[in-house]
């Protein structure tokens, strides 16, 4: 199985901040990432896939970036609703897994 | 509308088996794969396994391999996911979720989550 180290776990920040988690991989995956928003007491949403492409609805100020083994997601100007839990997933072979997960919270 | 709506929260006692099911619509079921995800409390997510409800073609973790059955009907759009023998363990939120493409894929659709109790 592939491990996937994601960081931070916590991360406090500002309403109009611009932030960035990382995760990153025990081997190559190419571009086959994606990452999720989950808010408390809510199903996960995908905001990018396939390393770098928006989900359709998703706002412009979400971005993702990376390729093999390094990737990162940024959040360009952080609004208040996007304090939230926010997780990395490989799909590049079996079994799919989940990073740890990053909680962005109100600084 | 695409979505996928869960059956309710359950409260089942160790030893005691459980079905719990995600129903699509607004779409082709049988073109996408439909896949199982775990939350423990307080934790993160754990892929579990896939289906295709096509022709029932399906994918465990082998973390949940022979630990729980994924199963689908198509003639009324709905998997499953089902335990002959529940354990405190598998006390978690279950979440279904539509496979944008591949069986290797992102989800894109996921059902409102069930809640799965087990306590004596």
């Known amino acids: 199985a592939i491990w996937m180290t994601q960081s931070p776990s916590l991360l406090s920040a500002s309403t109009g901040d611009r932030v960035t988690i990382s995760c990153r991989m025990s081997?190559?995956?190419?571009?086959?990432l994606a990452w999720y928003q989950q808010k408390p007491g809510k199903a996960p949403e995908l905001l990018i896939y396939?390393?770098?492409t928006l989900q359709s609805g998703v706002p412009s100020r979400f971005s993702g970036s990376g390729s093999g083994t390094d990737f990162t997601l940024t959040i360009s100007c952080l609004q208040s609703e996007d304090f939230a839990t926010y997780y990395c997933?490989?799909?590049?072979?079996?079994?799919?897994?989940f990073g740890q997960g990053t909680k962005v919270e109100i600084k | 509308e695409v979505q996928l709506v869960q059956s309710g929260a359950e409260v089942k006692k160790p030893g005691e088996s459980l079905k719990i099911s995600c129903k699509g619509s607004?779409?082709?079921?049988?073109?996408?794969?439909i896949g199982w995800v775990r939350q423990m409390p307080g934790k993160g997510l754990e892929w579990m396994g896939i289906?295709?409800?096509?022709?029932?073609?399906?994918r465990y973790s082998p973390s949940f391999q022979g630990q729980v059955t994924i199963s689908a009907d198509k003639s009324i759009s709905t998997a499953y996911l089902q335990w002959s023998s529940l354990k405190a363990s598998d006390t978690a939120m279950y979440y279904c979720?539509?496979?944008?493409?591949?069986?290797?894929?992102?989800?894109?659709?996921w059902g409102q989550g069930t809640m799965v109790t087990v306590s004596s």
């Open positions: 997933q490989q799909y590049y072979s079996f079994p799919p897994t």
């Open positions: 607004g779409y082709s079921f049988t073109s996408y794969w």
């Open positions: 979720a539509r496979l944008q493409g591949a069986a290797l894929d992102a989800f894109d659709i």
């Open positions: 289906i295709y409800p096509g022709d029932s073609d399906t």
């Open positions: 081997q190559g995956i190419s571009s086959y």
């Open positions: 396939a390393a770098s």
